[in-house]
Structures are given as structure tokens and as C-alpha cells.
């Protein structure tokens, strides 16, 4: 965990730079999310269209990943992030600004909130990249744990749309993400062990490893399982329970916060106790609580409590996947980030689009909530598979007070 040692041996501004920029480019991220149940009021959505509206960031976010992740390893972190946070200011003051009045319109934001998604890529090598292989775990979670950005989100845009209108929750993101780009400029520095860039033609060799296509399925469910349910629970809060927007935020809230604040500790579990045994029983808990509320709870505090178990136990994989991916891909880790980061934001795209088709086509959110769970199974059984040969090639060779 944190101790001197650990304050020691990277740098400890930057750190918190990433965290900061992570934070609250995950908040704007999810926005159209929080958003969702007044704005589908307000155009007259169809399940289908909420869904999609919703998952669109998700989708644009993964793909910029890769784009990201080059941009790390070509330029550096700090380059890499400066340049996306003017994107996601810039286009939310001129969405703020033109007053966006069509499902088109969001659908367009929602391509602008992408670039927020895309963070990911950045933020996390930037801390990586400062910390020796012992800490990786601990390091990554901190910066990871950005994701709590999303209770913001889902915690206040709600009850700014109803006093003052959605349109209005544009203009007011930007000062929180103008304050987090300050902070980044002037504390946040790449580090001196930088790997040197490498030609494309490398970055599609890392392709060709098995264990990179591992990583990215593995993170398509811990990290594709948190967004997409961040992104969706105030539409299924309000849909199937008829809890009005800001409510049903605050449940949206309440279950994205425990899947957040959990990611530092997956991190640290993954260091002490190995990250392949520590996904392994995430996976197992995510699947039984998805399986659970499939069959739609009487009681909405017993959904609450099923989607706050599962958002615990993908929040804890996702930084029990970073506390692995540093180890196997240690000169790697930008463009890996980056890959691994798209796969797990298409997994959300799966979750979150999935889940507003199960509800047009057959009345309930079953079905999309069962074949998500069917995949965190499909990772149980392929970790299982593969952690023999881990521990026993790269594992067993690695680096020293790392563990696998």
C-alpha cells in the first residue's frame, strides 16, 4: 500500500495530475449518461436511442484510445494530454453555446465527450512510467481511480439539468475541467525513462502476442462493465423502478462510487496477492451479481445492492488488469494501455447498447444483463486456462517484487 517508500520512488505531482485530469475527463464522459432521463424526455427517445446515445462516448472513447496511446509514445503523455483537453473544453463550449436541441445534436457531443474517454491512454502511462514494478499496482490504481469522476456526474448533472435546464450542465463542466487542465500544465512532467518511440509497423507487432489479445478481452469486461453501467443505470433506475432523474442519479451515484473507490485497492490486492488470482474472483462476483438482477429484484434497494456488489468487483479488476499489463509489457505499456483501454471501452459500448436493445425488443433488460455476465464467465475460464503458462514463462522471469 502507501508508505514512504512508495512516496519515494516516483513522482508524486504527476501522480496526481493524472488522477485529476482522469477524474474529471471521466466526469464529462458519462455526462450524456447522468443526462440521459431529461434529455429522452425532452427529444422523446426510444429505449433503443437512449442506448445508444448513451454508449456512443463509450464507443468514440475506445477507439481514440489507440489513437492516444500512439500520440504517448510518439510525443510523450503530457503532449498527448494537453491536446485532448483542449478538444473536450472547446467542443463543450460550443455545445453550451449553439444549445443542442436534436437527438442528432447529442449524438455529436457525444463524439466531442469521446475525447474525454480517451484520457485513459494518457494518464496512465504518464503515472506508470514514474514508478518501478512493485508499485505498478498501487500507482495505476491511484491514477486509475479517476474514474470517480463519474459519481460527479451522475451526482450533480441531474439536479443542475432540473433547476437550470441540460443545456446549462455543458457551460458549468467546463470550469471543473478548465481547473483540472491548469493543474496538469504547470505540475504534471513526463518521466526520464521514456522508452524510445517506435515505428507503427511495432505497434501492430504487439498485435501479433497472444497475450496482448488476453489483456484486452479481460479488460473489455472489468473496465466495459463499469462504464457501461455507469453510463446506464440512471436510464434502468428510472425505467424499471420509475425513479425520477435526480433519484435515480443518486443510485447511479451510489453504485458507480463503490466500483471507483475500490480500483486503487484491486491494485494493491494484485500486488500482494497476485492479479491473476484477484481477477479471478472478481469475475466469479461480477457474473453472480449480473445473473441476480437479471431476474429484476421486487425491491429497488435489492437491485441497488446486486449493481453496487458487481460495480465493486469490476472496479477492483480493473486495477488488478494494470497491475499485470506493466509486468508483461513494460516497454509496451503505451500503446498497450492504449489497445487494452479500447477493447475495454467497446465492452461498454456492448453493455450499455445492449441493454437499451434488450429493453426495446423484449420489454426488459434481461437479456443484455445475462450476456454480459456470460462473458465475465467466459474470463473466469480463460484466466484459468492461461495462468499456468503465465506463471511459469513471463511470470516466473519477470520483474523482481512484482507478482503475478
Known amino acids: ?3 514512504r517508500d512508495f512516496l519515494k520512488a516516483g513522482h508524486l505531482p504527476t501522480l496526481l495530475s493524472a488522477f485529476l485530469y482522469f477524474d474529471m ?4 464522459w458519462v455526462l450524456l449518461g447522468a443526462l440521459a432521463v431529461q434529455i429522452s424526455a425532452d427529444l422523446a427517445l426510444s429505449p433503443a436511442q437512449k442506448g445508444f446515445m448513451v454508449a456512443l462516448p463509450v464507443l468514440v472513447g475506445a477507439l481514440l484510445r489507440v489513437v492516444f496511446g500512439v500520440l504517448v509514445d510518439k510525443f510523450g503523455p503530457r503532449r498527448a494530454g ?3 483537453q483542449c478538444i473536450v473544453i472547446g467542443g463543450l463550449l460550443v455545445a453550451w453555446t449553439m444549445r443542442i436541441d436534436t437527438y442528432q445534436g447529442t449524438l455529436a457531443l457525444g463524439v466531442v465527450l469521446g475525447v474525454a474517454g480517451a484520457s485513459f491512454a494518457v494518464a496512465l502511462p504518464l503515472a506508470s512510467r514514474w514508478y518501478p514494478p512493485q508499485y505498478q499496482g498501487i500507482a495505476l490504481g491511484i491514477a486509475g481511480a479517476g474514474n470517480s469522476g463519474t459519481v460527479f456526474a451522475s451526482l450533480f448533472a441531474p439536479g443542475i439539468a432540473k433547476a437550470l435546464g441540460w443545456n446549462a ?3 458549468i463542466a467546463v470550469v471543473p475541467l478548465s481547473v483540472a487542465f491548469l493543474v496538469y500544465l504547470f505540475a504534471a512532467k513526463d518521466s526520464p525513462n521514456k522508452p524510445p518511440a517506435k515505428k507503427l509497423s511495432e505497434f501492430l507487432d504487439v498485435l501479433r502476442m497472444r497475450d496482448a489479445w488476453w489483456f484486452m478481452f479481460f479488460y473489455a469486461v472489468t473496465f466495459g462493465g463499469f462504464v457501461g453501467l455507469a453510463s446506464s443505470l440512471a436510464i434502468y433506475f428510472n425505467a424499471d423502478y420509475g425513479l425520477d432523474a435526480v433519484t435515480a442519479g443518486y443510485f447511479t451515484a451510489t453504485c458507480v462510487f463503490c466500483g471507483s473507490l475500490v480500483r486503487p485497492i484491486g491494485g494493491a490486492l494484485a500486488d500482494r496477492l497476485g492479479g491473476i488470482k484477484t481477477l479471478s474472483v472478481m469475475y466469479g462476483c461480477a457474473a453472480l451479481a449480473l445473473v441476480i438482477v437479471s431476474f429484476h429484484p421486487s425491491s429497488v434497494y435489492a437491485a441497488l445492492g446486486l449493481f453496487a456488489f458487481g460495480m465493486l468487483a469490476f472496479g477492483m479488476g480493473n486495477g488488478s488488469v494494470f497491475q499485470l499489463v506493466p509486468q508483461r509489457f513494460r516497454h509496451e505499456i503505451g500503446v498497450m494501455t492504449g489497445l487494452v483501454g479500447m477493447t475495454g471501452g467497446v465492452g461498454g459500448f456492448f453493455l450499455a ?17 445475462l450476456g454480459f455476465a456470460s462473458l465475465a464467465v467466459l474470463a473466469l475460464v480463460g484466466i484459468s486456462v492461461i495462468k499456468q503458462r503465465w506463471r511459469t514463462t513471463w511470470g516466473a522471469v519477470g520483474v523482481a517484487g512484482a507478482r503475478i
Not at 447498447?353 to 443484455?368: D, H, N, V
Request: aromatic content about 6%.
Open 1 to 3: 500500500m502507501i508508505n
Open 25 to 28: 475527463s471521466f466526469m464529462v
Open 82 to 84: 494537453i491536446i485532448g
Open 169 to 171: 450542465v455543458l457551460g
Open 353 to 369: 447498447s445492449s441493454l437499451g436493445l434488450s429493453k426495446q425488443l423484449t420489454g426488459t433488460y434481461q437479456a443484455g444483463l
